[in-house]
């Protein structure tokens, strides 16, 4: 490709030289772009099967690493194998949901009740910690008021205010609700007014433009953007609440898989009692899972 170069001299300035030079060029062809070639069939089918052996082997392993140090510790007969625990399982989820008296029923109405008992108690402490949430993130004023009482009854064990529900609820279920209200409370009150606060301003300011009632300022723009953050202290609540409710369940006794796993220590049912475990455990992931699912359907990136 040719080009022409023209030298500006100016004026005074003859012994110097040149400052900048014009070049003149034709005009470049631009060439097509070629697409992207497609990936064969083939080669897409490895990298699935790469990345199922990747999502699946760590985990497969790592349960038959489990069981086979289950099997190993187990063989002085301490406690029961694998194999035994599994042959009670069959026969234990064979009728789950049987009824032979007020405290003898199938594990599957225990866990039912326990479930009752935690979305009762869950259920409460939603609705009256995410909007105090709210008002302690959007009020300083607010917020110090609140912040000794929180940072005083926050540490104490969930099991402490157990005998308090008893007293004022004459009853183990109630008393149990209680002790789940109480320990879910705190995580949905301090995420949310932790999201609150973090709410950019310039949001805030749209709300301050369009002289908007406080109401729809929370409902219209906090809301939307703390959305995240409830969902978190959701999840972290009802991790919390599971485990809570088991310990309460030994205590009050009843109907729950709590007084169920008390119930077989005392037949010493050892079997039985590994099995609520693995139930419980199960229980807990598949509630963590569904709520971690939620939170992605709701979850969003700033974008600039």
Do not use: C
């Amino acid at each position: 490709m040719s080009a022409t170069v023209t030298s500006l001299r100016f004026k005074g300035m003859e012994d110097h030289e040149p400052v900048a030079p014009i070049v003149a060029a034709r005009k470049s062809t631009t060439r097509p772009v070629r697409p992207a070639p497609e990936i064969p069939a083939s080669n897409r089918m490895k990298e699935w099967a790469s990345g199922a052996i990747h999502a699946i082997v760590p985990p497969v392993l790592g349960l038959l690493l489990f069981i086979g140090l289950w099997a190993m510790i187990a063989h002085d007969g301490r406690i029961p194998g694998p194999s035994a625990t599994w042959a009670s399982a069959v026969k234990l989820f064979a009728d789950p949901f049987y009824i032979k008296g007020p405290n003898d029923q199938g594990i599957g109405w225990n866990i039912l009740h326990s479930l009752q008992r935690v979305g009762i108690g869950f259920g409460m402490a939603a609705l009256i910690g995410i909007p105090l949430g709210f008002v302690i993130g959007r009020f300083k004023f607010f917020a110090a008021m609140t912040a000794p009482i929180i940072s005083l009854l926050r540490p104490v064990s969930p099991l402490a205010w157990l005998p308090i529900g008893l007293l004022v609820f004459k009853a183990a279920s109630p008393a149990s609700i209680w002790v789940i209200f109480i320990s879910s409370i705190w995580p949905m009150i301090l995420n949310t007014a932790a999201g609150v606060r973090q709410v950019p301003q310039d949001y805030l300011n749209v709300g301050r433009v369009l002289a908007l009632p406080e109401f729809k300022v929370a409902t219209k723009i906090l809301f939307p953007a703390v959305l995240p953050h409830i969902l978190t202290s959701v999840r972290l609540a009802i991790g919390v609440a599971w485990l809570v409710i088991v310990a309460a369940e030994m205590l009050t006794g009843g109907v729950g898989i709590g007084f169920w796993v008390w119930d077989e220590w005392n037949n010493l049912n050892v079997e039985h009692i590994i099995i609520a475990i693995f139930v419980v455990g199960i229980v807990g992931l598949m509630l963590e899972q569904a709520l971690v699912f939620l939170a992605r359907r709701f979850s969003y990136s700033e974008t600039n």
